[in-house]
Structures are given as C-alpha cells and as structure tokens.
C-alpha cells in the first residue's frame, strides 16, 4: 500500500526555555493521504501553523517524527530538504509575500530559480502557470499592481510552478472578500481533484474547512478531533472520529510566517523567527 504523503508520529514543538518554555505542540500522530485536502481548524494558538510549518519541513520539532512518502525527513540531509520542499511542495499564504519590486512572472518563477532552471525554461513554465490561473496578462505588471485576489492567483501560480505533490495554504482567502474568497478555494480544490494535488489548508473559516475531505481540530497544542467527509451540500453526513469541545484559545504572540524561499541556506530551524525577507502589505 502507498505510504501517506506526509505523516507525523509523536509531534512535539517547545517554544523558548525555562520560564519562557512554551509547549506549542504536545505529542500530534497524524496521516495525511495523497490527494487529499485537510484543513486544519482550531482557535488562535492552538498549535495549527506551528503544524504545518513542521510538516512542510519549514522548521524542525523539538520530538517525533515527520516522513514524507513514509521516509522520516531525520533521514534527509539539509540540502535534501531544501529540495524537496522546493520543488515537491507548493505554499499559499494570507499575507500574499509578493516581492513587489519584481513582476509578477519573476515572482512565480522564484522557486525554479532556486532550483536552477534556465530562464527560458522558468518562464515558459511560469507562463504556463500563469494561463492556467488566467492571469497570463498581468506576467508583467509589478506585484503591487493587482488586486487582492490577483495577488493571491499569482501565489497559487508560483505555488504549482513547480508541479508539488502537496500544497500548503495557510489562510489563504483570509485577506479577500467573499467572492474572490470562491474563486480562490476553487481554483484550489480544482487542483487537488483536477491534478491530485494534496491540500492542507490552515483556516479559521468554517465554509472553507467544510470543502475539505478531512478536518483535523487543533486545541492548545493536541488534536481534540478528526472529522471525515465533506460537509458541503453535494457529499454526505460527516464521520466525527472523536470529540471534545473547542475551550479558550492560548493568546497567539508576535508570530508571522515566513516564505519558504527565505529559508535557505543549511538549517531550516529558525524559519519561524525569523521574518521575511519580502513582504508587502496584506491588502490593497
Ligand atoms: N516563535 C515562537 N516563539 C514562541 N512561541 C511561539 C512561537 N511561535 C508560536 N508560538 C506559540 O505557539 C502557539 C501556537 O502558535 P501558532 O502560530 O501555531 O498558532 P495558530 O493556531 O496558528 O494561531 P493563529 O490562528 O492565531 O495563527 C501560540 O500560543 C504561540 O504563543
């Protein structure tokens, strides 16, 4: 049988030392299949960026594991995990993370620069990503001139430049209204079903946790529940595996995340203290 894509046994991430130590999260085991899109719920500082940082191998746990393709990525040497997250995953953020001195063709051929793709191969593939978010037009614009949700298909299209066997969004419609929110989830589930690409979305959005095939609810730091099945209109009644209530939420600190192209070089540790490199205003 295929390995889950990604799986994490025993996850554990301290924050800080001594009186400063925070435990973020506290022993997660998961599995995530190919293909599958997982939203991960739960209130503010419940541990669910934290998750998916160590998942998409932006930063390392303090203990347990995490495998991709049922290889523990301890395995990976440095330069291995730089390449796979490059080339393997896709990200989508809220905040966009744009460089907006650049066009918008140069900011979505950014992963394959890094992977060291002539420039004629980067664009003709950024090009291609770009038709398929319609947004060929705009290959030239500067970043900055274009709306919320333009922004945002850029990002989608520099996310899938690379062709990834998984994406990562976390919050992606959370700086767009309602309309171009749609459009947006769309394009993404249209991936995941059109190119079975796997989706683990972070969201404080209910409709849009409801679209994905599996929600995974975060509390201070543990899992409290998995509920299978999509609760939209066209799938049937949800399979709630396990239950507790939801109580208050940890108060989440001064605590952005980072762009995966920033963090290079040998250590992928510090990914989520340090801030980005680029980074523009979240909304127009
Ligand atoms: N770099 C850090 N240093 C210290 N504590 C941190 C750091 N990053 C996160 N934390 C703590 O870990 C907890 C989980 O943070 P995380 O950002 O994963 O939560 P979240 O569920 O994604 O929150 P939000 O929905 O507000 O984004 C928070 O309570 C936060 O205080």
Redesign the pocket.
């Known amino acids: 049988m295929e390995p889950p894509v990604l799986e994490t046994e025993n996850l554990v991430k301290v ?2 030392r001594g009186a400063n130590r ?1 435990d ?1 999260l506290k022993g997660l085991t998961l599995e995530i299949k190919r293909g599958e899109s997982v939203a991960v719920i ?1 209130k ?7 998750l998916m940082h160590l998942m998409a191998l932006l930063d390392r746990p303090s203990q347990g594991v995490v495998a991709l393709n049922g290889r523990p990525v301890s395995e990976l040497k440095n330069k291995e995990i730089h390449k796979v997250r490059n080339e393997s995953f896709g990200f989508v953020f809220q905040q966009f993370f744009l460089n907006p001195n650049q066009t918008v063709l140069e900011n979505v051929v950014l992963p394959l620069k890094i992977a060291g793709l002539s420039k004629r191969e980067r664009n003709q593939r950024g090009m291609e990503a770009l038709e398929r978010l319609e947004m060929a037009d705009k290959a030239k614009n500067k970043a900055t001139d274009l709306s919320g949700g333009q922004k945002q298909r850029a990002c989608i299209a520099r996310a899938l430049v690379t062709n990834p066997s998984v994406i990562f969004a976390d919050e992606p419609t959370g700086n767009l209204d309602s309309n171009t929110s749609e459009v947006v989830e769309e394009i993404l589930f249209g991936l995941q079903r059109e190119c079975g690409i796997t989706l683990v979305v ?1 969201t ?1 959005d209910d409709d849009l946790a409801a679209k994905c095939d599996r929600r995974i609810h ?1 509390k201070d730091g543990e899992i409290v529940s998995v509920e299978e099945g999509r609760l939209d209109a066209t799938h049937g009644e949800p399979n709630q595996q396990s239950a507790s209530s939801a109580g208050d939420a ?1 108060p ?2 001064n ?1 952005r995340a980072t762009e995966p192209w920033a963090a290079t070089g040998g250590s992928t540790s510090s990914a ?2 340090d801030g980005p490199k680029h980074r523009e205003e979240g909304t127009r």
């Not at 503010?44 to 934290?50: A, F, L, P």
């Open positions: 924050y800080g925070f973020a739960g503010s500082g419940s541990g669910k960026s934290t972070v404080h975060l940890v989440a600190p605590y989520s203290e």
